[in-house]
Nanobody, 120 residues
């Protein structure tokens, strides 16, 4: 069982920035961020970890946030970050940190979530 704790959410104006943090109870090879609006499907945001073809960490972000969001990690603290810049109203959602399968977006565990609200 891996426990995850997210933080850093809040309310900001469009164009502003936030940095989300997620601390895991232990080291996890592959992690990511999802977001969800009530009544809608969970959306992939970003991931970080290793792949089947390389042992070095790789990152990926969704097209909807590419160029604005950056995922990173600090392994010594079992922490992953999501730096969100140039926020848009449509970025408003509950953001969840997740432990991922390294070869897919399958979620093994996720945290309680942190709310991000962007106003116009």
């Amino acid at each position: 069982q891996v426990q995850l704790m997210e933080s850093g959410g809040g309310s900001v104006q469009a164009g502003g920035s936030l940095r989300l943090s997620c601390t895991a109870s232990q080291y996890v090879q592959c992690m990511g961020w999802f977001r969800q609006v009530p009544g809608k499907e969970r959306e992939k945001v970003a991931r970080i970890g290793t792949s089947e073809i390389t042992p070095v960490p790789v990152t990926a972000v969704a097209d909807s946030v590419k160029g604005r969001f950056t995922i990173s990690r600090e392994n010594a603290k079992n922490t992953v970050y999501l730096q969100m810049n140039s926020l848009k109203v449509e970025d408003s959602a509950m953001y969840y940190c997740a432990v991922l399968n390294c070869g897919s977006w399958n979620i093994y565990y996720w945290g309680q979530g942190t709310q991000v609200t962007v106003s116009s």
